[in-house]
């Protein structure tokens, strides 16, 4: 299989410079949200991209998505077109702990922020999944 001449790759610098600016490096978890489907099943579609909307609003609200001297770590958000699971969605599932919700409304998304983002506790009322992956990090300290 031929490969193209390192003169003719394109430079990794843009990309570099992306990496830096979203703080990739620092994020400790990834939020993926089952939002705006092709095909909605698990919710409203109206629903979901309330829900979308509510979740970046609040983790820029609370300065999660980028790394400050202050926070070094954040979060890191992706709206999925479907989870597969297609039931009483919005599907919220949080990354790299394996921590699946259900019914992921504004309300309930706040309370993951809170306890599952901030404080580490997962939010049993809506998980339905949970296999962790690593040991939870720690956002902030408790007061």
């Given at each position: 299989?031929?490969t193209?001449?390192d003169?003719?790759?394109?430079?990794?610098t843009?990309?570099k410079q992306?990496?830096?600016s979203l703080g990739?490096?620092?994020?400790t978890?990834?939020?993926?949200l089952c939002?705006d489907?092709?095909?909605p099943?698990?919710?409203?579609?109206?629903?979901?991209?309330?829900?979308?909307?509510?979740?970046?609003q609040?983790?820029?609200?609370?300065q999660l998505?980028t790394?400050?001297a202050?926070?070094?770590?954040?979060?890191?958000?992706t709206?999925?077109?479907?989870?597969?699971?297609?039931?009483q969605?919005p599907i919220l599932?949080?990354y790299p702990?394996?921590?699946?919700?259900?019914?992921a409304?504004p309300?309930?998304?706040?309370?993951?922020i809170?306890?599952?983002?901030i404080h580490n506790?997962?939010?049993?009322?809506?998980?339905f999944?949970s296999h962790?992956l690593?040991?939870l990090?720690?956002?902030?300290e408790?007061?």
């Amino acid at each position: 299989m031929a490969t193209p001449s390192d003169s003719a790759k394109p430079s990794t610098t843009a990309l570099k410079q992306t990496v830096k600016s979203l703080g990739l490096p620092s994020i400790t978890r990834h939020v993926f949200l089952c939002a705006d489907q092709t095909k909605p099943k698990c919710c409203d579609r109206a629903a979901s991209i309330t829900a979308w909307n509510y979740l970046k609003q609040r983790l820029k609200e609370l300065q999660l998505t980028t790394p400050t001297a202050s926070q070094p770590i954040c979060v890191f958000r992706t709206k999925a077109n479907c989870l597969q699971v297609c039931q009483q969605g919005p599907i919220l599932l949080v990354y790299p702990d394996g921590v699946w919700y259900h019914s992921a409304h504004p309300e309930t998304i706040e309370q993951i922020i809170q306890e599952h983002l901030i404080h580490n506790r997962v939010v049993e009322e809506y998980a339905f999944l949970s296999h962790p992956l690593a040991p939870l990090p720690t956002l902030h300290e408790d007061a």
